[in-house]
């Protein structure tokens, strides 16, 4: 049994429409809310169920009816006195069970187990899905000294810290009268007391510089948590208003101090040092009966402790015994083990930091310097990155570029025509991996051709399926186009009519004789796409503060300019052509921070002014975060935030290039609204790179096979620009006679026209 504390997801006004209600229901898993009245007095609930049975009875519903009209008056409650097993009998019949004060107001909301999004402590959430809750424990390393402690907070906001944890004791409360005395002529007193006693009267802060402390984390943006070492503690702590408390491992076992922490109702962080498995069980069983959220952390408790004192293993038996989320307090030496404690599993960790090791106490010698410390985090975040997911595998972009290049495909060594039959004498095997993977050779022996294949050519999926798709005239409200390079542009225009081509340059191309490889049947208009990589791995960068590689960059963009002006005399157009370009901006190892921003588009309005403009317009193209470059994986910083992209178009008077799969990644990425982008940036758009996408790395992906409600950005680009000519971006969407263009092209005419 698990009581959340924090009701507002669970709770509607009784006024709220049933459009309102539907929106805000799903924010539950058990597709439930419910309902109050003026007086905060919870009078019904409301499922999915209760306006399904409502929409059925009322084919003509009006969606401003409100909720309280629709939902059940005899819904199941608890009293906040009823005993646990009446609310345990209730869950076994219903998910979500109200607990009601006398006054019928919600105090909470009983479930049957500890629920998957976890539990929260301020603003984070410590959760199966949730990023690591990491904490720095100050403790008493500040000496006593307050501005120690402030000093110890900030090192903890840099080294990226979720909360910061201090200590609070009452002496008197703790030890026994006899021991608490510091008069060393009371006979038998144990050394190891003495030593801590007067160890703790040295480096405590008083209560009043604690809260000071607890105010100042709230000042800079860090999470304030404490350990109650004592019942009077506790109680000062949570006058204080903190979020929740941290109890050691020597109180695991101090059930009448953990009772008067469940009596909070606050979250619960528990350190299992120094205790046997059946006390851990125990203290475990008194936690779920009573509904609260907690959170164990495994623990060695000694200062530091021996690496084979660990045992790491034991997280994922923990994990085994109890439904709520596990952590790791750790006093070891270096950060190695407390990275390996996450790969486990653990969903919070704890260390200890200093400013000096050779400090006084054992706390010193077991904790991280902020250097380190810093370091635990950012490794911490790269595992939790490197995790991934349990569920099938993917292929992502830059292991599907690699796939083409490296990987073999099954060839033809003669040319087939519809209608002949494959057989294993047709077939060969060599690179690269543009076509069908060497292990589905079987199931091509045996199958009808249903289009000619050259020899030498690829196989593909289609040929297994026998669903060829073909060129076919395409029609749009809007200009649109094909990806093309010189060499293909006359074969793939054959049997359809695009507004446009779009060559895709490579650096190749700027030596070659593009008019040797023309056809009279090209139409009349085309863009032309900057090459990224340039000779001698020189990857375009208009915004680089090496002055050398800009002006390098400058000198290369002027060739593909000074080619543009030659192609547009060629098919004769008039009006400036758009050239499409990745101007730049990233970084090798990690995010710039984003003050240093704003400098490098200063940089690339610098080197737009040194290019000769005349009769071409250049389009920056929007960013993935994780772009991939010859060479790997960099992290781009300009054109991906919409923001700064409308700032750059408003003070240049320039227009852009919106790849939808670049900027769904992008948003994915920094968690925010993907249509919110569209909506912002759409007015400054002329041009379009359709093809869809998944999370932050599934790039380029055939309509439909991703995350994009295409539905939904139709509607807003047909507002906002409804001229921008646009082209299927499909990865290797030019293979097998541009079969994944065509396919693009099929699906986007039903979702971008009259739509």
């Not at 200590?167 to 006979?187: A, F, N, V, W």
């Not at 049997?495 to 779009?502: G, R």
Request: hydrophobic residues 35%.
């Amino acid at each position: 049994m698990y009581i959340d504390y924090n009701i507002e997801n669970y709770i509607i006004d009784h006024e709220a429409s049933i459009l309102e209600t539907l929106k805000k229901i799903d924010a539950v898993k058990g597709r439930i809310r419910f309902v109050i009245n003026s007086l905060n007095e919870c009078v019904a609930s409301i499922t999915n169920g209760d306006i399904l049975r409502w929409l059925i009875n009322n084919p003509k519903p009006d969606l401003d009816v409100s909720v309280a009209q629709i939902s059940n008056k005899n819904f199941k409650y608890a009293s906040v006195n009823a005993p646990k097993d009446q609310l345990k009998e209730l869950l076994k019949d219903f998910r979500f069970v109200p607990i009601l004060d006398s006054k019928k107001k919600i105090i909470g909301i009983a479930q049957k187990s500890f629920p998957n999004e976890g539990l929260k402590i301020g603003d984070k959430i410590i959760g199966l899905n949730s990023p690591c809750f990491i904490i720095s424990e100050i403790g008493n390393n500040h000496n006593g000294c307050i501005e120690e402690a402030k000093r110890l907070i900030d090192r903890s906001v840099e080294a990226g810290a979720d909360c910061a944890k201090f200590q609070m004791r009452q002496m008197g409360e703790i030890y026994s009268p006899k021991d608490s005395q510091l008069d060393s002529e009371i006979k038998n007193k144990n050394l190891g007391t003495e030593y801590t006693l007067d160890l703790l009267s040295k480096v405590q802060l008083k209560n009043d510089e604690l809260y000071q402390v607890f105010d100042y984390c709230r000042e800079v943006g860090i999470i304030p948590l404490c350990t109650p070492w004592d019942k009077h503690s506790l109680s000062l702590l949570n006058d204080y208003g903190l979020d929740a408390f941290k109890f050691a491992s020597a109180d695991l076992t101090n059930h009448p101090l953990i009772l008067e922490g469940i009596e909070t109702r606050k979250p619960l962080l528990l350190s299992t040092g120094m205790s046997l498995e059946k006390e851990i069980i125990s203290t475990v069983r008194l936690l779920e009966d009573s509904g609260t959220p907690f959170c164990l952390l495994h623990c060695n408790s000694t200062y530091p402790a021996p690496f084979d004192s660990l045992n790491l293993n034991y997280i994922k038996h923990l994990k085994e015994l109890v439904t709520c989320p596990i952590g790791y307090s750790g006093h070891e030496r270096g950060i190695n083990s407390s990275i390996a404690a996450v790969v486990l599993g653990a969903k919070v960790i704890e260390r200890h930091i200093t400013t000096n090791k050779e400090q006084e106490g054992s706390d010193h010698g077991a904790s991280l310097l902020p250097k380190e410390f810093k370091s635990l985090v950012s490794g911490i975040r790269e595992i939790e990155q490197s995790l991934g997911s349990s569920n099938s595998r993917e292929v992502g972009q830059g292991e599907m570029m690699n796939r083409s290049n490296l990987a073999k495909s099954i060839h033809t060594n003669a040319t087939l025509y519809p209608g002949e039959i494959i057989t294993e004498d047709n077939l060969f095997i060599k690179s690269p991996g543009h076509g069908l993977q060497p292990c589905y050779i079987n199931n091509l022996i045996g199958i009808t051709v249903n289009r000619t294949v050259s020899e030498g050519e690829c196989f593909y999926p289609s040929d297994l399926k026998n669903d060829l798709i073909e060129p076919r005239i395409f029609s749009f409200k809007r200009p649109w186009g094909i990806p093309v390079r010189f060499h293909d542009a006359s074969t793939l225009i054959q049997n359809t009519s695009p507004d446009f081509v779009e060559f895709h340059l490579s650096y190749k191309d700027l030596e070659v004789d593009f008019k040797s490889m023309m056809s009279s049947n090209l139409i009349k208009n085309f863009v032309i796409h900057c090459p990224e990589l340039f000779a001698e791995d020189h990857i375009l960068d208009l915004c680089s503060t090496n002055e050398n590689y800009r002006e390098h960059s400058i000198e290369q963009i002027s060739k593909v300019l000074k080619l543009t002006r030659r192609l547009k005399d060629f098919f004769k157009v008039r009006k400036e052509v758009q050239v499409v370009v990745n101007v730049g901006g990233f970084t090798r190892d990690k995010f710039m921070d984003k003050q240093h921003k704003p400098s490098l588009y200063r940089n690339l309005e610098s080197s737009l002014q040194c290019l000769d403009l005349s009769g071409v317009e250049i389009i920056p193209q929007t960013m993935p975060p994780f772009p991939w470059h010859f060479g790997g994986q960099r992290f781009h910083n300009l054109f991906v935030e919409y923001d700064e992209i409308v700032t750059f178009c408003k003070r240049n008077m320039m227009r852009i290039c919106l790849d939808v799969s670049h900027s769904k990644l992008a948003c994915a990425h920094s968690k925010t609204s993907f249509f919110k982008f569209c909506h912002e940036v759409a007015p400054y758009v002329s041009h379009l790179h359709i093809a869809d996408s998944k999370g932050t790395d599934g790039e380029g992906m055939q309509i439909g096979e991703g995350e994009i409600d295409f539905k939904s950005l139709t509607e807003t680009l047909n507002q906002f620009c409804p001229n921008a000519s646009f082209i299927p971006e499909v990865w290797q969407g030019h293979e097998n006679n541009g079969e994944g263009f065509w396919r693009a092209l099929d699906d986007l005419e039903k979702n971008f026209l009259n739509y």
